[in-house]
């Protein structure tokens, strides 16, 4: 990004010399605490709740950083915000202040959001390698004991008796169709057809 400074100095002498002209940019001034062109340029007017300058111009109220970087960079293009390289919010020079779109200007904040985005490994310290359908970043391994531990959860238990109350432990056996049978059961029942012969 090239120096603002240089073309401040231009718009302050642009702005004074034009007759009829509210002059924005020297009452904007007034507000600001600039020690010098690198460090943060304090804004001392009103502030926003979330700790942003406002600025009246005319009969709108804008934020200050926005104004201070339209006067000396030029406007700011409709799908960006303008992001806080320095991380102050009251700062208002245009040489800490960068156009972004959103999403960037929430993964480079302290927020949730920025703090969980730059992770690059899982609770259990596994990188993570892949993002799933619902767009959330994952881990092999914790994905497939996940998977196993939900599969183990969720599968019809295994019954622990027949339907006439013998313990398929011991009379559990494989019919040749792959079925599971009772062993008692199919001699009970085996004894029951021979007797009606």
């Not at 509210?22 to 304090?42: N, S």
């Not at 111009?57 to 000396?72: M, N, S, T, W």
């Not at 030029?74 to 156009?99: K, T, Y």
């Not at 927020?111 to 993002?131: N, T």
Request: proline share 7%.
């Amino acid at each position: 990004m090239t120096s603002p400074l240089p073309l401040l100095d231009q718009r302050r002498t642009i702005v004074l010399n034009v007759d009829g002209e509210p002059l924005e940019w020297v009452r904007f001034l007034r507000f600001v605490d600039a020690p010098d062109g690198v460090a943060c340029w304090i804004w001392r007017g009103a502030r926003q709740k979330q700790g942003y300058g406002s600025f009246g111009v005319g009969a709108k109220v804008v934020r200050a950083h926005r104004f201070a970087y339209e006067q000396c960079v030029g406007p700011i293009p409709r799908h960006l915000v303008i992001d806080h390289l320095c991380r102050n919010r009251a700062c208002v020079n245009p040489l800490h202040l960068e156009p972004v779109t959103n999403r960037e200007n929430i993964i480079r904040g302290t927020g949730w959001a920025g703090r969980h985005a730059r992770k690059a490994h899982c609770p259990r310290g596994h990188e993570y390698d892949f993002v799933d359908a619902q767009g959330r970043r994952r881990c092999t391994p914790c994905t497939r004991s996940y998977m196993r531990a939900r599969w183990e959860r969720l599968k019809p238990p295994q019954p622990v008796t027949c339907r006439n109350g013998h313990p398929l432990a011991l009379y559990r056996y494989i019919s040749k169709s792959g079925e599971s049978k009772c062993r008692a059961c199919c001699t009970n029942r085996q004894r029951r057809y021979l007797a009606k012969r």
